[in-house]
């Protein structure tokens, strides 16, 4: 009886890095994310720089919603690094918002 409710309890029991809808969740590997990536993309294209594209993102994180939110900070090619929220919507449009240029990363 203990097995099988054990057994119960690892199969039901949300994982730690499960996603949890309407909370944010880290992306570990941001650059290897596809749909980080095409985020990071769309928020390149909706920056005020131009002649610029994305060498890699730095932190992202995901909030499941009606659609996908993503949080991320991105480097440039020109080294610079900004950071903004990017809403993947259900129809696979993407939508920019809140948009700063960062100094630096905090540690």
């Excluded at 650059?31 to 990536?37: L, V």
């Amino acid at each position: 009886m203990r097995r099988v409710l054990f057994i119960a309890f690892l199969v039901l029991a949300p994982s730690a890095r499960a996603q949890i809808a309407g909370g944010w969740s880290v992306i570990e590997q941001p650059s290897e994310d596809h749909d980080a990536r095409e985020a990071g993309i769309a928020l390149v294209r909706h920056l005020p720089v131009k002649n610029v594209s994305l060498r890699h993102i730095e932190r992202a994180s995901r909030q499941v919603v009606a659609g996908t939110n993503f949080r991320l900070t991105i480097k440039l090619t020109n080294g610079r690094l900004w950071c903004g929220t990017v809403w993947r919507k259900l129809d696979g449009t993407y939508v920019v918002s809140r948009v700063a240029r960062v100094r630096s990363l905090p540690s």
